[in-house]
């Protein structure tokens, strides 16, 4: 299973961003897909995630109501709408991905995913 990010750069404040996260390697049919990002000396921290069935969705405090999650099944890709953002959204944008279908409580547990991606730098200038 491959994961391929996409769409970071830099952008200015109250600007947006839309990240893309591409799956290959199998059919994607359940399981759940994430957002995580890290700051240069700071640890990893959840940015969002969803169960690919059904509608269940998580956010993280800093970003709901910003950021939006969807998805395209038919092309397994994932994406990470950005709106409004701001200079602390600077990091490196990971997207996650696990077969296992998480209940809404564990959709921010980093350590639940089994597939990482490589990474999109995302940088906010103020």
């Known amino acids: 299973v491959q994961l391929q990010a996409s769409g970071g750069g830099l952008v200015q404040a109250g600007g947006s961003l839309r990240l893309s996260c591409a799956a290959s390697g199998r059919t994607f049919s359940g399981g759940a897909v994430g957002w995580f990002r890290q700051a240069p000396g700071k640890e990893r921290e959840f940015v969002a995630a969803?169960?690919?069935?059904?509608?269940?969705?998580k956010y993280a405090d800093s970003v709901q109501g910003r950021f939006t999650l969807s998805r395209d099944n038919a092309r397994n890709a994932v994406f990470l709408q950005m709106n409004s953002v701001k200079p602390e959204d600077t990091a490196t944008y990971y997207c996650?991905?696990?077969?296992?279908?998480?209940?809404?409580?564990?959709?921010?547990?980093?350590?639940?995913?089994?597939?990482w991606g490589q990474g999109t730098q995302v940088t906010v200038s103020s």
């Open positions: 996650a991905d696990t077969a296992t279908n998480l209940i809404w409580s564990t959709l921010r547990d980093g350590f639940r995913y089994d597939y």
């Open positions: 969803m169960r690919r069935s059904g509608s269940t969705y």
